[in-house]
């Protein structure tokens, strides 16, 4: 069992950045790949950005490439989201996700995730 907790979140206005953090009790993250996603009102939860469990391979939706950077601090259990040159159509509640098995490759889809926070909501004003 792993609980996530996001934080950073808040009310920017477009070309502004944001930084999330995800912190994970209850079982060290180090072995396992991670995920952010986010959900807009009235659509589906769709994936931002994974990253590997040593932090060394990352991979993006389309929408965000080159503007925003997932890292990890795994002494610390940490997951990060860096977001710069925020966008109105970026608004959404954010999530992290873990999944059950170890040493997998990153993840893309909600349903491959077993374990997620309860989510920190962006909003960004044009």
């Excluded at 995800?22 to 769709?46: D, L, T």
């Excluded at 996700?97 to 040493?103: H, Y």
Aim: aromatic share 12%; glycine share 10%; charged share 15%.
């Amino acid at each position: 069992q792993v609980d996530l907790v996001e934080s950073g979140g808040g009310l920017v206005q477009a070309g502004g950045s944001l930084r999330l953090h995800c912190a994970a009790s209850g079982r060290p993250i180090s072995s396992y790949a991670m995920g952010w996603f986010r959900q807009a009102p009235g659509k589906e939860r769709e994936f931002v950005a994974g990253i590997s469990y040593t932090g060394g391979t990352t991979h993006y939706a389309d929408s965000v490439k080159a503007r925003f950077t997932v890292s990890r601090d795994n002494a610390k259990d940490t997951l990060y989201l860096q977001m710069n040159s925020l966008k109105p159509e970026d608004t959404a509640t954010y999530y992290c996700a873990a999944p059950f098995n170890p040493w997998t490759t990153i993840l893309l889809h909600a349903q491959e995730y077993d374990y997620w926070g309860q989510g920190t909501q962006v909003t960004v004003s044009s």
